[in-house]
């Protein structure tokens, strides 16, 4: 069986963004694959470590962050694995190990690395090498598909990279995981989905944005979230138009309303271009994702710890086995075992 990984930080609650562009995705593609496919649902509270974050909120955080899995509509079963990262010590030591094939100059090159790096005098370590503990989290469970937001395209390029480089050396041990061209296919979107700051449309929405009003959270009631959306940066055109490069405010709207009611992007593009009055436009989406809201927060609040619990004890015991598995091969392969 094939395997399909994703995994979303614990380092603060999601946003919309997070919801719409991750949660959502990942849990049609359960759903639709959970009788062919092995679908592991991790939570990396290591890659959490790269933000500042009080350790007295970590494990609730893991907590909310399953729960809005399953609040999401995620199925449960003996195909699906939802486990902890670091309760998976080979996570840690295959990272050591690519390490050690990886080079300084594609780390470099990480997009990501150069945005949260930015006008800092310095950064800790974790944030320049994450990605390579991400390739480890992917290889270490043979994952072809790692359905992700298309700022981690490059993630997963490098992953391949590594394997590729990896293989190429000590033979044929991991599975290359499929191209992002092919995981877009695979995920059943044309691009991948980023949903935009509210602020500044130009960046992605961002849990770690200091600005309050640029990104809608899970627990944010559902009269702030419309006041945010009321109050979204767009333009001074006076025509709506769908343009993420010259109108990317008024696109980041439509976009939401797509998402948030499962409807054909182009069907809201088709009814709201040509329109002149932005606030219209704005109110439909502060009704919509205030809807969602108010859904999603009884769905989630009847969820249980001792469900989550249950679940993580089952996950995390397949997921040791098969890691430790491909993490033996791998250091008999070098040589340290």
Not at 299 to 308: A, G, K, L
């Amino acid at each position: 069986m094939k395997t399909i990984l994703t995994g979303l930080r614990a380092n603060s609650v999601f946003t919309i963004g997070n919801y719409l562009g991750a949660l959502l995705p990942m849990v049609r593609l359960a759903n639709k694959h959970v009788n062919d496919c092995h679908l592991n649902l991790f939570v990396p509270d290591l890659h959490s470590m790269i933000s500042e974050i009080d350790g007295g909120d970590l494990q609730s955080n893991i907590l909310r962050s399953i729960k809005c899995y399953l609040a999401a509509g995620m199925p449960t079963g003996k195909n699906v694995h939802i486990y902890r990262q670091s309760r998976v010590p080979a996570h840690s030591e295959l990272c050591w190990i690519l390490n050690c094939i990886a080079t300084m100059g594609e780390m470099n090159r990480m997009t990501q690395y150069k945005e949260k790096s930015e006008g800092k005098n310095s950064v800790n370590v974790g944030i320049f090498d994450y990605p390579v503990l991400m390739a480890g989290d992917i290889l270490l469970y043979s994952a072809e598909y790692v359905p992700v937001g298309e700022d981690q395209f490059q993630h997963i390029e490098l992953t391949r990279n590594l394997a590729m480089r990896f293989n190429n050396r000590y033979g044929d041990i991991f599975t290359i995981p499929a191209s992002t061209k092919e995981q877009v296919k695979f995920m059943g979107l044309e691009e991948g989905i980023r949903i935009r700051d509210l602020l500044n449309p130009e960046k992605k929405m961002s849990k770690s944005t200091v600005a309050e009003n640029s990104k809608i959270m899970l627990d944010d009631t559902p009269e702030r979230a419309a006041k945010k959306i009321m109050s979204a940066t767009t333009d001074s055109l006076g025509k709506i138009k769908f343009d993420m490069w010259g109108q990317p405010g008024i696109s980041n709207l439509m976009v939401i309303e797509s998402l948030v009611n499962d409807i054909p992007l182009q069907e809201v593009i088709g009814k709201w271009s040509g329109e002149t009055k932005y606030g219209e436009l704005k109110k439909q989406v502060a009704a919509s994702v205030s809807k969602l809201l108010t859904d999603f927060q009884v769905r989630i609040n009847e969820i249980s710890d001792d469900q989550v619990y249950e679940l993580l004890e089952s996950g995390e015991r397949y997921a040791n086995e098969v890691a430790n598995t491909k993490l033996l091969e791998v250091q008999k392969a070098v040589g340290l075992r």
